[in-house]
């Protein structure tokens, strides 16, 4: 059977050495038009129909976490915190020459980019988040320890309501080429192992503290049945970011750009415009 | 050949459905499946049977570490082995104490377990060997909240404080990624000059490169089934030593087989069967597979190195509902007479070239009774024989306690 899915991907890479030049930053850049940095959630950098629809009114910048790139798996480890991690982004987006960007991040990456909307408040021009981490409530736990202590054949089923959608087996689905699999299911367990090194045992680097510092206009977006991260997070968010709107996505898990891609990208077409 | 004799510390009465409801590590439901009575019942029984063994002609007492774990209820088995320290002193009994685990890739107080292996060896008068493992990635990972990626710079960090906190002759400071102390001056110190170290691995190259430069011996373990994995393993294992320039010295290879003897080989399968069957699956099988490696856990390179070849990891993946038949033929346990028994002991030993045989004489749902039986045809009956071999060999034994120093 053929897949439905096409993605037309990023036009181009750029390689940003930061930190004292011990890391080559692997930066995928697509479009043209205003700037706009794409922060990628704890899976990795995955180039989809959002990014390609986004990157044809934007110049869609999207750095890869270290440790993320293929290729290149041990540069993770000359970031021992997510200081360093939040500084590194920021030498990344200052050696693009990027300024009053817009910015959007999807689960960890929303994470990130509140932080860095936290700490550099002049940095973006928009911020949208999607179904982001960053706080914890007892009441509702957020389940990242469960995912990656979870079976494959689980995974799809926190990150998806109906994992059978096409773009959901896209995401999925291994090489054809049987000798390529090693080195993929390597580069995407790795890829976890990395982001993990900020999420786990929680997604709680003291976010909360700092969201009230957030003064960029923001955008918070959450699927209904996010089985990863509860929607009553989207009210959180929205109730601590002064400048900021919440919209609920409902049929949707915890991506909502790929599980209802219309919506959302209508949505944050809106925001952007306004 | 040195003959320890091993124990976990098992659950003994879980339920016969138990391998199908449950895991056997992180959330097993402790209240739904535990008789107070008997949990502390088990604790004695495994002191009274390491004790036995210690009065039997074993060389050496060994147990691991594991948290949250039904199938070794030893978070601590320093306290364990602190009782059988004493106690064996108290009765003059010269065997090793050896502690296959504390864990230091799972540890957030590593300064505490160079203390703790210092009273051992004090207590016990030099007869520690201290075991330094990583850890198993759901103990370090989910039950100690070691984000995994960190798990093997952690142990890497711990080690070497440990090292320079048995060592130095001077107060120091260690400002250590994970931990920080502005004066280590542990008291008290070991009692040897330096304690055998014995690191735990199951074959994973870069752990046993490790190994063979910080000159430990390794130990490796027969649940995977040896006839599947003994001979890659070991094979890896002897080119490395071979490779660094290192001596093919039997004594830096420590091996633990699982053991069941009964007087014939039709009574042990008849004794034994029920137990090493329900140990396997309700113990090892019972642990998800994705606890033995969390993402980031094991370096990238090992994970498409076992995509491509899982063969080290022998029987796991069908252990949940492991056939008794599979464990015997891997040899994942060794069933039979003593002649059976000490025959394929013997063979391994010599074809692997294995210094140290660490048996494990209780699995499971075993009894008291039927362990101590185990124990007593072992000693009796298998120990003597396996301790003559090497013995015409003239290879120094860098590994085992010596005595508190002069």
Same mark, same amino acid.
């Given at each position: 059977m053929t897949n439905p899915i096409s993605i037309k991907g990023p036009d181009r890479e750029e390689v940003i050495k930061v930190w004292n030049d011990q890391i080559d930053m692997k930066v995928k850049v697509a479009g043209n038009g205003p700037a706009l940095v794409y922060f990628h959630p704890a899976a990795g950098l995955y180039w989809d129909e959002f990014l390609d629809r986004l990157s044809e009114s934007y110049t869609v910048y999207a750095p890869e976490m270290p440790g993320t790139s293929f290729g290149d798996p041990y540069a993770i480890h000359k970031v021992d915190t997510y200081w360093d991690l939040l500084l590194i982004y920021q030498e990344v987006i200052s050696k693009l020459g990027i300024e009053n960007a817009v910015a959007i991040g999807q689960s960890m990456g929303g994470m990130v980019a509140c932080d860095m909307a936290a700490h550099y408040t002049d940095m973006f021009s928009n911020l949208v988040c999607l179904d982001p981490v960053g706080l914890w409530r007892d009441d509702a736990p957020i389940m990242t320890a469960d995912l990656y202590s979870a079976p494959p054949e689980k995974v799809p089923g926190f990150l998806f309501k109906d994992p059978s959608i096409p773009a959901a087996q896209a995401m999925f689905s291994l090489p054809t080429n049987p000798e390529e699999i090693p080195a993929h299911v390597g580069h995407v367990v790795w890829t976890l192992g990395c982001t993990g090194k900020f999420l786990w045992p929680f997604p709680d680097q003291g976010l909360g503290k700092r969201l009230h510092r957030v003064k960029t206009k923001t955008l918070v977006i959450w699927g209904k049945d996010d089985a990863l991260v509860p929607v009553v997070y989207a009210e959180e968010f929205g109730k601590q970011i002064a400048n900021s709107q919440v919209e609920i996505i409902d049929n949707c898990g915890h991506i909502p750009q790929m599980e209802q891609l219309d919506q959302t990208f209508g949505l944050v077409q809106g925001f952007l415009a306004a | 050949m040195k003959v320890l004799s091993f124990q976990q510390m098992p659950y003994r009465n879980l339920p016969s459905d138990f391998a199908q409801k449950h895991n056997s590590v992180v959330d097993t439901p402790y209240n739904e499946l535990v008789k107070a009575s008997e949990m502390h019942e088990y604790h004695v029984n495994f002191l009274d049977e390491m004790m036995h063994a210690a009065r039997s002609g074993f060389d050496g007492l060994a147990t691991t570490e594991h948290g949250q774990a039904a199938y070794d209820i030893l978070p601590n088995p320093n306290l364990q082995m602190a009782a059988l320290a004493y106690s064996t002193q108290v009765e003059k009994l010269d065997v090793a104490i050896c502690n296959v685990g504390r864990s230091l890739g799972k540890s957030k107080e590593a300064l505490r377990i160079a203390e703790e292996y210092a009273v051992l060896d004090q207590i016990s008068g030099g007869r520690l060997i201290a075991g330094f493992p990583v850890a198993l990635s759901f103990d370090a990972n989910q039950n100690n909240g070691v984000p995994p990626i960190e798990t093997r710079a952690r142990f890497a960090e711990n080690r070497d404080l440990i090292e320079k906190a048995w060592s130095s002759k001077e107060v120091f400071a260690f400002n250590g990624k994970f931990n920080k102390h502005p004066y280590v001056n542990i008291w008290p110190r070991p009692a040897q000059e330096r304690p055998p170290v014995w690191a735990p691995a199951i074959g994973n190259p870069v752990t046993m490169g490790n190994i063979i430069d910080a000159d430990d011996a390794f130990l490796y373990l027969s649940w995977f089934g040896p006839k599947l994995t003994g001979q890659r393993i070991f094979d890896r294992y002897w080119d490395m030593v071979e490779e660094r320039g290192?001596? =093919? *010295? $039997? *004594? =830096?290879l420590s091996f633990v087989q699982c053991v069941a003897v009964g007087e014939t080989d039709e009574e042990a399968h008849r004794l034994y069967k029920p137990h090493v069957e329900a140990a396997f699956r309700n113990g090892l099988g019972s642990i998800p597979i994705q606890g033995l490696g969390l $993402?980031?856990?094991?370096d990238i390179k090992g994970v498409e190195h076992i995509v491509k070849d899982p063969g080290d990891f022998g029987l796991v993946m069908k252990m =949940?509902?492991?056939k008794y038949e599979e464990l015997v033929d891997s040899q994942a346990c060794i069933v039979g007479g003593p002649e059976t028994v000490k025959e394929q002991l013997i063979e391994l030993a010599k074809n692997f070239g294995i210094g140290n045989m660490v048996l494990m004489v209780q699995h499971g749902s075993m009894s008291h009774e039927l362990t101590m039986k185990n124990i007593t045809l072992l000693a009796e009956k298998v120990v003597p024989d396996l301790k003559k071999i090497w013995a015409d060999e003239d290879w120094d034994h860098n590994w085992w306690p010596t005595g508190v120093a002069s």
């Amino acid at each position: 059977m053929t897949n439905p899915i096409s993605i037309k991907g990023p036009d181009r890479e750029e390689v940003i050495k930061v930190w004292n030049d011990q890391i080559d930053m692997k930066v995928k850049v697509a479009g043209n038009g205003p700037a706009l940095v794409y922060f990628h959630p704890a899976a990795g950098l995955y180039w989809d129909e959002f990014l390609d629809r986004l990157s044809e009114s934007y110049t869609v910048y999207a750095p890869e976490m270290p440790g993320t790139s293929f290729g290149d798996p041990y540069a993770i480890h000359k970031v021992d915190t997510y200081w360093d991690l939040l500084l590194i982004y920021q030498e990344v987006i200052s050696k693009l020459g990027i300024e009053n960007a817009v910015a959007i991040g999807q689960s960890m990456g929303g994470m990130v980019a509140c932080d860095m909307a936290a700490h550099y408040t002049d940095m973006f021009s928009n911020l949208v988040c999607l179904d982001p981490v960053g706080l914890w409530r007892d009441d509702a736990p957020i389940m990242t320890a469960d995912l990656y202590s979870a079976p494959p054949e689980k995974v799809p089923g926190f990150l998806f309501k109906d994992p059978s959608i096409p773009a959901a087996q896209a995401m999925f689905s291994l090489p054809t080429n049987p000798e390529e699999i090693p080195a993929h299911v390597g580069h995407v367990v790795w890829t976890l192992g990395c982001t993990g090194k900020f999420l786990w045992p929680f997604p709680d680097q003291g976010l909360g503290k700092r969201l009230h510092r957030v003064k960029t206009k923001t955008l918070v977006i959450w699927g209904k049945d996010d089985a990863l991260v509860p929607v009553v997070y989207a009210e959180e968010f929205g109730k601590q970011i002064a400048n900021s709107q919440v919209e609920i996505i409902d049929n949707c898990g915890h991506i909502p750009q790929m599980e209802q891609l219309d919506q959302t990208f209508g949505l944050v077409q809106g925001f952007l415009a306004a | 050949m040195k003959v320890l004799s091993f124990q976990q510390m098992p659950y003994r009465n879980l339920p016969s459905d138990f391998a199908q409801k449950h895991n056997s590590v992180v959330d097993t439901p402790y209240n739904e499946l535990v008789k107070a009575s008997e949990m502390h019942e088990y604790h004695v029984n495994f002191l009274d049977e390491m004790m036995h063994a210690a009065r039997s002609g074993f060389d050496g007492l060994a147990t691991t570490e594991h948290g949250q774990a039904a199938y070794d209820i030893l978070p601590n088995p320093n306290l364990q082995m602190a009782a059988l320290a004493y106690s064996t002193q108290v009765e003059k009994l010269d065997v090793a104490i050896c502690n296959v685990g504390r864990s230091l890739g799972k540890s957030k107080e590593a300064l505490r377990i160079a203390e703790e292996y210092a009273v051992l060896d004090q207590i016990s008068g030099g007869r520690l060997i201290a075991g330094f493992p990583v850890a198993l990635s759901f103990d370090a990972n989910q039950n100690n909240g070691v984000p995994p990626i960190e798990t093997r710079a952690r142990f890497a960090e711990n080690r070497d404080l440990i090292e320079k906190a048995w060592s130095s002759k001077e107060v120091f400071a260690f400002n250590g990624k994970f931990n920080k102390h502005p004066y280590v001056n542990i008291w008290p110190r070991p009692a040897q000059e330096r304690p055998p170290v014995w690191a735990p691995a199951i074959g994973n190259p870069v752990t046993m490169g490790n190994i063979i430069d910080a000159d430990d011996a390794f130990l490796y373990l027969s649940w995977f089934g040896p006839k599947l994995t003994g001979q890659r393993i070991f094979d890896r294992y002897w080119d490395m030593v071979e490779e660094r320039g290192k001596e =093919r *010295n $039997p *004594n =830096r290879l420590s091996f633990v087989q699982c053991v069941a003897v009964g007087e014939t080989d039709e009574e042990a399968h008849r004794l034994y069967k029920p137990h090493v069957e329900a140990a396997f699956r309700n113990g090892l099988g019972s642990i998800p597979i994705q606890g033995l490696g969390l $993402p980031g856990y094991m370096d990238i390179k090992g994970v498409e190195h076992i995509v491509k070849d899982p063969g080290d990891f022998g029987l796991v993946m069908k252990m =949940r509902d492991i056939k008794y038949e599979e464990l015997v033929d891997s040899q994942a346990c060794i069933v039979g007479g003593p002649e059976t028994v000490k025959e394929q002991l013997i063979e391994l030993a010599k074809n692997f070239g294995i210094g140290n045989m660490v048996l494990m004489v209780q699995h499971g749902s075993m009894s008291h009774e039927l362990t101590m039986k185990n124990i007593t045809l072992l000693a009796e009956k298998v120990v003597p024989d396996l301790k003559k071999i090497w013995a015409d060999e003239d290879w120094d034994h860098n590994w085992w306690p010596t005595g508190v120093a002069s």
